[in-house]
């Protein structure tokens, strides 16, 4: 069974930073992609960062040169540094994981994280 746990979320004041953190048991199998996705009220979920077992990132526009994402193969670990926080940033943050071939589903999502951005 395949399970994502995050955590790091809270409040800051814009400006600040935060790093989320994402647990994925995965069993035998190693996610293609792991991925940070964020929703805010009324708003679709967006995809914020993602990053493949090669370590091919990828950035929302609106992220670039302040979150960075990583990866630790071989704890399936994903991790978001969050910098220089706005408070267009803030909403629940999601850790996703992608699979080509193996678990039951080809995506598996965590519960969600709030970040809130506020002064």
């Known amino acids: 069974q395949v399970q994502l746990v995050e955590s790091g979320g809270g409040l800051v004041q814009p400006g600040g930073s935060l790093r989320l953190s994402c647990a994925a048991s995965?069993?035998?199998?190693?996610?293609?992609?792991m991925a940070w996705y964020r929703q805010a009220p009324g708003k679709q979920r967006e995809l914020v960062a993602s990053?493949?077992?090669?370590?091919?990132?990828n950035s929302a526009d609106s992220v670039k040169g302040r979150f960075t994402i990583s990866r630790d193969n071989a704890k399936n670990l994903v991790y978001l540094e969050m910098n220089r926080l706005k408070p267009e940033d803030t909403a629940v943050y999601y850790c996703?994981?992608?699979?080509?071939?193996?678990?039951?589903?080809?995506?598996?999502w965590g519960q969600g994280t709030q970040v809130t951005v506020s002064s």
């Open positions: 996703n994981a992608k699979f080509l071939r193996g678990p039951p589903r080809h995506d598996y």
């Open positions: 995965t069993g035998i199998f190693t996610p293609y992609v």
């Open positions: 990053i493949s077992s090669e370590g091919i990132i």
